[in-house]
């Protein structure tokens, strides 16, 4: 293959001066030691890695600098007033480890180029798997597979780690939205004692000093309040919306506003329960029907009966506790039975569940008792619109008196307020419940009652019987970029993996004295050729690939050789292809295999 290069201009491949055999074969055998010596670039691409390596440590650092987001592994990028946007992030994520990835792919290339002339030195290789090798890709650790599995498992490794880096990269930053725990205060509606402007004991009737029972007379202008607003939210169909929580924070007002998802210190919290259930074994039921007209008698745990009659409103009460002069219980158990104002109403519950029963000729009756309680805490709370949630109990953080006396009256008025409508024939609560809800269940009342916690709670921490200035913890939330920690140490045992099989397989190299020679263009050129080189005295095989790129500077073309018409290949002159047919002779060859050293 090489013969033409016999012919080449000024005997290009030959040195002017001439050194003995003797000479040749020292300088040969010292060359040849430089084989074992690794001169190629992977070591400033393996540098670089460990440059990666610690730009992840760096930023890992930067990330646990900041506050935690979510767990231990997402943590808040402390980025200052940097604009935060979910398309920078992720531009950011894949940008970051792009070089990390072309780094990992020329290793890739660099450890498949210095596999083949390894291989071959301890085993014969195959012409064909030879060319299939340094054909460096997927397909080529099929090649490598049949002589070295160690090299082909290596070599695989580091080509799946350069194809994920990218891909896994994307995930390290994301965005989200996270209030910083700036300390504070803010001013807040607590029931103080005393107060600049009303006491909340005050309004209920108490006059004086000592023990206090409200007697939910004309005195009681909180219970009016709590009547007007109960009135308003349901008429405005308030309990229809979701379910009311049982637990309740202070209420925002105009001219007392709250920073969303900041958590407010030493606030007086309520929790409450509607203690709803169906009466259906306490509350006993018979029809009759007179003139056409039906009507539903209901008797009572104590024996009285109330029966509905034609133009009446149909909703029934009856309690176990002691009244005051005006017919309101104080707190026990409240007994509500009622029918069906629609005749011929067909509900779509099913029958004798959840207090709801079909006592024919189209009349339904609902029977449910109820026994609500509500309690009063001194809690730290976190802001949500007009609102407080998430409260946690923490007693010894209000600092300001509290109205105490009037704070444990409260649970009373979970059952005061709905008969004082009862009692009243308040149009807009008796009818309530039928035009709204057709048959009022255990969840319809828990609602109820729900929105009644809720103006007890809203009007009680409104600020007319009292603020406070408390401590505040953090700021309204605003964007953020989030590291995903876990990914930036899934990336750092990649790259670390990567430096380690590189290290580990050139110190195998070293170790077993295997050459480090990089099958390119001209080493293959030598390689193949050996000695047959005319006037090759120095032996290009030992030499570095700088050397032979510097030494070899002869201008070929790919043709048919004009000095040579049997030989297509490269040359220093190369005739047209009209005369081929007939100049070029094919020759069958033979199979044959490769051992380099």
């Not at 890695?49 to 730009?55: D, E, I, N, P, R």
């Not at 259906?280 to 009759?288: M, R």
């Not at 009446?312 to 029918?339: C, E, H, R, V």
């Not at 008025?413 to 609560?429: C, G, S």
């Amino acid at each position: 293959m090489m013969a033409p290069y016999d012919n080449l201009a000024e005997n290009a491949w030959a040195y002017e001066n001439l050194d003995t055999m003797e000479n040749r074969e020292k300088k040969n055998t010292s060359g040849s030691e430089s084989l074992l010596k690794c001169k190629e670039p992977l070591r400033w691409y393996l540098g670089g890695l460990l440059l990666y390596t610690l730009s992840i440590l760096a930023i890992i650092g930067w990330a646990y600098s900041g506050p935690a987001y979510s767990g231990r592994f997402l943590r808040v990028l402390p980025t200052g007033n940097v604009r935060v946007d979910q398309f920078y992030s992720g531009v950011a994520s894949v940008s970051f480890l792009v070089p990390a990835a072309a780094l990992i792919d020329q290793l890739y290339r660099e450890f498949g180029l210095l596999h083949p002339f390894s291989i071959a030195h301890k085993v014969p290789v195959s012409a064909a798997d030879m060319d299939t090798m340094i054909d460096v890709g997927v397909f080529s650790l099929t090649a490598v597979w049949k002589y070295s599995r160690r090299r082909a498992v290596m070599q695989a490794m580091l080509l799946l780690i350069g194809i994920s880096v990218v891909p896994v990269s994307s995930l390290i930053l994301t965005t989200g939205r996270y209030a910083p725990q700036t300390h504070g205060q803010g001013v807040v509606g607590l029931p103080a004692y005393p107060s600049n402007l009303m006491n909340l004991s005050s309004t209920m009737g108490r006059n004086g000093s000592g023990p206090f029972r409200s007697r939910f007379d004309d005195s009681d202008f909180f219970m009016t309040m709590i009547a007007d607003t109960f009135r308003g939210y349901v008429t405005s169909r308030r309990a229809l919306l979701k379910q009311i929580p049982s637990e309740l924070g202070p209420t925002a007002t105009i001219n007392m506003t709250f920073e969303p998802g900041v958590r407010y210190d030493g606030v007086v919290s309520f929790t409450w329960n509607s203690g709803c259930e169906a009466a259906n074994d306490d509350i006993g039921y018979a029809i009759s029907e007179n003139n056409g007209h039906l009507s539903v008698n209901f008797t009572f745990p104590d024996g009285s009966v109330q029966h509905s009659s034609t133009g009446d409103i149909p909703l029934f009460m009856w309690s176990n506790a002691t009244k005051s002069a005006n017919g309101i219980p104080f707190g026990g158990t409240s007994y509500l039975a009622q029918t069906s104002l629609v005749k011929n109403f067909t509900s779509d519950i099913p029958v004798n569940e959840d207090a709801i029963t079909a006592v024919g000729h189209g009349t339904w009756v609902s029977r449910v008792k109820c026994t609500p309680t509500m309690a009063w805490h001194v809690s730290s709370c976190i802001a949500n619109d007009d609102s407080m949630v998430n409260c946690t109990n923490t007693p010894g953080k209000n600092t300001t008196g509290l109205d105490t006396v009037a704070l444990d009256a409260l649970s009373e008025y979970m059952t005061a307020v709905p008969w004082l409508l009862y009692l009243k024939n308040d149009y807009i609560f008796r009818m309530t419940l039928e035009p709204f809800y057709i048959m009022p269940t255990v969840e319809h009342y828990d609602s109820l009652l729900g929105v009644l916690a809720q103006a007890i709670s809203s009007i009680t921490t409104a600020g007319y019987f009292g603020t406070a200035t408390v401590q505040s913890v953090g700021e309204p939330p605003k964007p953020v970029y989030v590291v995903r920690t876990y990914i930036l140490f899934i990336l750092l045992g990649l790259l670390y993996m990567v430096v380690i099989l590189s290290v580990a397989d050139l110190t195998y190299n070293s170790m077993q004295r295997l050459p480090f020679r990089k099958a390119t263009f001209l080493a293959i050129a030598y390689a193949v050729h050996g000695q047959g080189l005319k006037d090759d005295e120095d032996c290009g095989c030992v030499k570095s690939r700088k050397e032979l790129k510097t030494e070899n500077k002869v201008m070929l073309q790919y043709g048919i050789d004009a000095k040579d018409r049997f030989h297509v290949g490269l040359a220093s002159n190369i005739r047209g292809w009209e005369h081929e047919e007939e100049d070029i002779v094919t020759h069958r060859g033979t199979p044959f295999r490769l051992v380099y050293g």
